[in-house]
Every structure is written in C-alpha cells, then in structure tokens.
C-alpha cells in the first residue's frame, strides 16, 4: 500500500511539473513566434560599440558566424589607445599594471576566458583560444600569459604614456572612488545574431581604474558579465562588476528572457533586484543589454548616462538605456 501511494504521489507530481514547464516552454515559445525576426544583428555597450559593430557587421552581412562576429568586433577598441577602458591604453591598476579580462561564448555554450592577463592587446582572442584549443574555461594570470605566448601573441607593454601619466596623478591621492560612466564603467561587451539564426557573446575590458592588483570583474565571470543561451538569447553587462558578480546578472537576464520577458523588460528587472540588494546606489551604476532569438534588443541601467550601439540591416543607432534613476 504505502509503495502503491508512494508512486500515485510521484506520478501527480511529474505529471505537475511537465504541465508547468509545459506552459512555461509555451509562454517564451509565443514570445517568440509573435515577433517579425530580425537578423543579422550586432549590439554592443557604449559609443565606442559603433566601430566595433562595424567591424562585426562586415562578417555578419556576409553570413559569417556571430562567433567570428564578435571576437572581431572587440579586437576594435582592445587595440585602439583612446579607449582608455579597454585593452591597450587602458587605465593601470594601482601599482601601474595594466591586467586584462574578457571571455568569449557560442552557440554551443562553449566558452573561454582569460584574466589578470598582462602584454597581450587582444584578450578576447587569447580567451576564443582557452574555448577551443583547451579543456578549460578560464586561464588566469601568469598561466594565461604563458599560454598566449605558446600559440603566437605577441608580448607588448601595454601602457601608453596618456595612461601612465594619468596613473601617476592618481598617485598623488591615491583616492579610489569610481566615477560612473567615466573611467570604470566602459567595458564593451558585444552580443550578434548572425544569418543563421545563431547567437554569440564576447566582453573584454581593461577592469577598474587603480584597482587592487590582482581584482578581477564580472567582464570574464561566464554567467556574470556575459551569457549566451542560443534557444532563448544572450546578455552582457558593464558598471561595477562586484555588484554584477553577486546577481550573476547576465544569466539572470537570459533566463528572465527565457521567461517571457522582452530584452528590456529582463534587463531592467536585473536592474531592480540590484538596487534591492543595496542599501546606497547614489555611486553604484549598473547597466545591461540583451538579444533574443528573434534578434529583438534592449538595456537598461540604474542612473542615466549609459548607451549602447546596434547595427542592423536597417542601419547604425546608438541608443540611451533607459534607467531607473
């Protein structure tokens, strides 16, 4: 008898939960089927997106993979010195190294990342390597470094005499109190839609200014500073990677996504359960951006000032994130 209520038991319970999921498949499925889709498509976080979207685009517009998409779009502001967050040019730690984070994501889930990587410009590259040539997800500092070395990247000092000279002015007060939307808060995290239906993420960043040596972000976290679900959509983040680490924001965007929300709908709810989790958000700026499947995009972030670029077959935008303060 008690195996006999034991099993009817079991039976009502899966036979609740498959009708659960069953309407929680249906409702992201329906928000999903009732949109025009819209692909290629590429977004990235802040102005310096709409050259990295560029170079992303030329791949896109010719079917290439958003894989391909994506490291190619980032490798743009790694290399350029005036973009003073990301790769070469990028504003030091506090004791004048310039440490690099970023990881890559695809379609597959596969994933790579590298941190407290040093002499390498392109990060994002030595990250797709981690994902493809290695059993690993992550490489960190020396190890990373080492292994940038044995398959081919060039050793460089990466900081340039603007980002020296600037470290150095610091010195002399040696404050440390990020400036939102300023010096550390301009991580480019890129999100693509290619031709084919598929999706794929990269984030790369040059971390916090005067930073603790050793820090490392959310930029390189899977799950924190980018996730990619190619059934549902894919999410990146920029602001205070602290913050964004103990959400695990970008996962948390993805699956409210997946829960019916629109890109933006998801974002901001990531948002709010941020500002819930802290008692003062006068300093603490946050901000996300999404795609789904449908190549459908928003962000959202807590204090004004955050934008973002898209590039698709309609043209170049750069928009504001809508904010919550």
Not at 42 to 57: F, K
Not at 262 to 275: F, G, M
């Amino acid at each position: 008898m008690s195996t006999r209520r034991k099993f009817i038991k079991l039976s009502a319970l899966g036979a609740g939960l498959l009708g659960g999921g069953f309407q929680y498949a249906s409702a992201f499925a329906g928000s999903l089927g009732t949109a025009k889709r819209n692909r290629p498509v590429v977004i990235s976080t802040w102005n310096h997106g709409i050259p990295a979207n560029a170079a992303a685009w030329e791949i896109l517009k010719k079917k290439g993979t958003a894989l391909d998409a994506v490291e190619a779009g980032v490798r743009v502001p790694e290399a350029d010195p005036e973009v003073r967050t990301v790769g070469y040019g990028g504003y030091p730690d506090r004791e004048g190294h310039v440490t690099l984070d970023a990881c890559i994501m695809d379609k597959d889930s596969n994933c790579g990342a590298v941190a407290f990587l040093e002499h390498i410009k392109h990060p994002i590259s030595v990250a797709r390597k981690v994902m493809e040539d290695t059993p690993h997800v992550m490489l960190v500092g020396e190890g990373a470094l080492q292994f940038a070395l044995e398959k081919g990247f060039k050793k460089e000092n990466l900081l340039t005499p603007e980002s020296e000279k600037d470290w150095k002015n610091w010195l002399k007060e040696s404050k440390y109190k990020p400036v939102i939307n300023i010096e550390n808060h301009d991580t480019i995290g890129m999100l693509a839609l290619d031709a084919n239906g598929d999706l794929a993420g990269a984030c790369t960043t040059s971390g916090a200014a005067y930073k603790m040596h050793g820090r490392v972000g959310d930029s390189p976290i899977i799950g924190a500073g980018l996730f990619v679900d190619n059934e549902v959509g894919a999410a990146t983040a920029t602001g205070l990677g602290e913050a964004v680490i103990r959400m695990v924001g970008s996962h948390l965007v993805v699956e409210l996504m997946r829960q019916g929300n629109s890109p933006e709908q998801a974002c901001k709810l990531a948002v709010d359960r941020i500002i819930a989790k802290h008692k003062d958000v006068k300093d603490l700026q946050v901000g996300f951006i999404a795609l789904n499947k449908n190549g459908e995009y928003g962000g959202y972030c807590i204090h004004k000032g955050f934008n973002y670029a898209v590039q698709d077959k309609s043209g170049v935008k750069l928009l504001d994130g809508k904010s919550k303060f």
